[in-house]
């Protein structure tokens, strides 16, 4: 499996950390940024790494910021990425097994390092279901290719 990573500002300490959990537990992986201590526009960060998941480049993207939620706002406007936005280990391994989401969002001035470990080590172990999930997504994908139109 191979991961793309990045965050903004305000996830620079997390992404540190799950690199190193990343490397511990043998999962290859590509760091996007941010380089900075100074404030930066996570789109920036959030729609590359988004791009290239949706683009089969990576299997799976992994996005920190102060709170997560503009990394999965900006994530989930990209066709073909689904993004949870996860605080807890229980929703990591269900949305998983029930969602089969490509990207997972966190941020770093709600959770601290361990619980994000513990939530990337599940996101990344965890298969998805399919069967009645499968038709779930399905209809979210349909309903993306029609609004292209
Ligand atoms: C940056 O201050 C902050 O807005 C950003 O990291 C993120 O929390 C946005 O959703």
């Not at 029930?98 to 941020?107: E, F, K, L, P």
Request: aromatic share 6%; with cysteine.
């Amino acid at each position: 499996m191979k991961v793309a990573i990045a965050s903004d500002h305000g996830g620079l300490n997390i992404r540190e950390e799950i690199k190193s959990l990343m490397e511990e537990i043998g999962i290859e992986y590509e760091d996007f940024g941010c380089e900075c201590q100074t404030s930066v526009d996570y789109p920036d960060y959030a729609l590359p790494v988004a791009q290239k998941v949706a683009a089969g480049e990576f299997d799976r993207g992994i996005l920190i910021c102060g709170t997560g939620i503009g990394m999965s706002i900006a994530a989930n406007k990209v066709k073909g990425i689904r993004c949870a936005l996860v605080h807890d280990v229980y929703s990591a391994k269900l949305t998983r097994q029930h969602n089969d989401t490509n990207i997972i969002s966190m941020g770093e001035r709600v959770i601290g390092a361990g619980l994000a470990r513990e939530i990337v080590q599940t996101w990344l172990t965890t298969d998805f279901e399919a069967g009645r999930h499968a038709t779930r997504i399905g209809k979210i994908a349909e309903y993306e290719e029609k609004s292209e139109q």
